[in-house]
């Protein structure tokens, strides 16, 4: 019984606890404030294109019967090709995106989804067969 007072008194002062406590039901807390804030350097932005793995979920969940928007052909991946998928994910924040067999011949599916992700400054989310998507959260405009 002393651990179980030991309990009660270190987490809560509620009756409820107090009678969970004496039943020798254990009351654990779940949460804990964080001792040390992370704190922000000055002039360190944090880098908003990571994307959490619920994110990937819901993006993956959005897209799953959609047909890809961009396809990249035997050029491999151009300017034009960055600077539609710019424009597309300015417009809907995620794109979907095919390479064609012939622009797989000098380098592999996640090469290009990579170097795509880093000229457009967008999150891979995933990359699965010949197709990959891209996720960027909207560029707010500046207004003129």
């Not at 001792?35 to 993956?60: N, Q």
Request: aromatic fraction near 6%.
């Amino acid at each position: 019984m002393q651990l179980a007072s030991r309990t009660w008194q270190q987490l809560s002062s509620s009756p409820k606890a107090k009678k969970r406590a004496s039943r020798g039901c254990y009351v654990f807390k779940l949460w804990a404030p964080n001792p040390l804030p992370i704190e922000e350097k000055e002039g360190e932005e944090r880098d908003l294109s990571k994307i959490t793995t619920r994110m990937k979920r819901h993006v993956r969940h959005v897209l799953k019967d959609e047909n890809p928007t961009i396809w990249v052909g035997k050029d491999g991946f151009t300017p034009e090709v960055a600077s539609e998928i710019q424009k597309q994910l300015q417009k809907s924040k995620m794109v979907k995106v095919k390479i064609l067999k012939s622009a797989l011949q000098t380098e592999t599916a996640k090469v290009v989804a990579e170097k795509a992700a880093e000229q457009t400054d967008a999150s891979l989310v995933e990359v699965r067969g010949h197709v990959f998507i891209l996720y960027r959260r909207r560029k707010k405009q500046s207004p003129v």
